[in-house]
């Protein structure tokens, strides 16, 4: 609108408002205090009516302001919400910062199975390895590596060495696992001494290997539980003379958790299945295991 029009205009509408007022005066200053009635009069609504079309006009001239009003992607206005997370917390409102980054980011996808579902439906083919040491009574350290079958918590194989290496690993593989009775799956840790020649010897059975996480023993569960076992029931109270009297303690103790000692997991059974034996089988019997450092109980007639 032209300035020149816009100033005839002003000055008469200017001129209707101050004719309406004076037409008013008289009725508003009769108004007590505390009046329940509307605050206006109804001969003041053609001049609110005239200011408010005053006001449109007057905006509508102006160009608008994008910045000042912003509007969001479904083009709704932002106004009373702070897009900026930054700037909300610098005037001290941080209940008002948006999320809208972090709800916008992809979720991370779960992996297929966790590794604890993979032990539980694939325990009928699985097997684990493990190395652990055994110091003897002239200082010298002796290497045990045991071969744990997860079904029954059976120990297939073990030996003792002094120096082990990849080829004594990969050949104790092999007297564990004669002809067809190779497991599916192996579980091992990332030690060094599983060499090239002990992969190729699984690849050459047709074994899969399952490395376990770094630093991570909770991963390969029951031959850790089977190592800790052996050092608390057995070899924390007797002293090692050497290779050939470990592997002697080893036998018995091994004799002893295969027939006779129990496991909550196995409802109270022992990897080779213990009978029932009711009261009618006679007297209970005591039959002590590694010179009495353990015993089996049984019931035998008299």
């Known amino acids: 609108m032209p300035p020149a029009s816009a100033a005839r205009e002003g000055s008469l509408l200017l001129g209707v408002v101050v004719q309406e007022l004076e037409g008013l005066a008289p009725s508003v200053g009769h108004r007590e205090t505390g009046d329940g009635c509307g605050l206006a009069s109804q001969g003041l609504s053609p001049v609110l009516d005239l200011d408010f079309q005053a006001k449109e006009r007057t905006s509508r001239s102006q160009p608008r302001d994008e910045s000042s009003d912003p509007e969001d992607g479904r083009g709704q206005p932002a106004l009373g919400r702070t897009s900026h997370p930054r700037r909300a917390a610098e005037v001290g409102y941080p209940h008002l910062r948006t999320n809208r980054v972090a709800n916008s980011a992809p979720k991370p996808q779960t992996p297929s199975q ?49 120096y082990p290496t990849a080829a004594w690993t990969a050949r104790q593989i092999l007297e564990a696992f004669p002809e067809d009775t190779a497991p599916r799956y192996l579980i091992r840790d990332r030690d060094r001494i599983y060499g090239e020649c002990f992969r190729n010897r699984l690849k050459d059975m ?10 991570s023993p909770w991963q390969n569960p029951f031959a850790e539980r089977l190592v ?24 018995s103790y091994f004799y002893y958790y295969l027939g006779s000692r129990t496991h909550l997991s196995l409802a109270k059974d022992a990897p080779a299945t213990r009978v029932v034996q009711g009261p009618e089988a006679g007297e209970i019997v005591e039959i002590p295991h590694l010179g009495g450092l353990h015993h089996r109980y049984e019931r035998r007639a008299a």
Do not use: M, Y
């Open 228 to 251: 800790g076992s052996i050092r608390r029931e057995c070899l924390d109270h007797v002293i090692v003379l050497g290779e050939k009297h470990l592997r002697r303690i080893l036998k």
């Open 114 to 162: 966790t590794w604890k579902a993979f032990i539980d439906n694939h325990v009928n083919e699985l097997v684990s390895i493990d190395f652990f040491t055994v110091p003897t009574a002239t200082f010298r350290v002796l290497f045990v590596l045991v071969v744990l079958a997860h079904r029954r918590r059976r120990v297939i194989h073990f030996n003792v060495t002094e």
């Open 206 to 215: 047709g074994i899969i290997e399952v490395l376990t996480a770094p630093q």
